[in-house]
Nanobody, 119 residues
Framework: QVQLVESGGGLVQAGGSLRLSCAAS????????MGWYRQAPGQQRELVAV???????NYADSVKGRGTISRDNAKNTVYLQMNSLKPEDTAVYYC?????????????WGQGTQVTVSS
């Protein structure tokens, strides 16, 4: 079993920055890809950014140039740095990790952290 703890959300003015963190803990596992998703009210959950185990990244067009995803494998943690925030970035942000355990891959979601960008 793997537990995810997210932090770093909050209220920020447009143009500001936030750094989200998601730390994984639990039984011995290997980290595969890690990512961030977000869900605005009345909208479907959408991918924001993903990083593979080898460090390859991919971003949604809406955050390219403003978001940076990174990972610290020693800390089992994934980060999302968001700059030049816009009101349309307001959403609940969820981390998602894929781990390998005893030869099987599992997918886990964080509890979500609210990001609110005021205009």
């Amino acid at each position: 079993q793997v537990q995810l703890v997210e932090s770093g959300g909050g209220l920020v003015q447009a143009g500001g920055s936030l750094r989200l963190s998601c730390a994984a803990s639990g039984s011995k596992f290997s980290l595969n890809h890690m990512g961030w998703y977000r869900q605005a009210p009345g909208q479907q959950r959408e991918l924001v950014a993903v990083i593979t185990s080898s460090g390859i990244t991919n971003y949604a067009d809406s955050v390219k140039g403003r978001g940076t995803i990174s990972r610290d494998n020693a800390k089992n943690t994934v980060y999302l740095q968001m700059n030049s925030l816009k009101p349309e970035d307001t959403a609940v942000y969820y981390c998602n990790i894929n781990v390998g355990w005893s030869g099987v891959n599992y997918n886990y979601w964080g509890q979500g952290t609210q990001v609110t960008v005021s205009s």
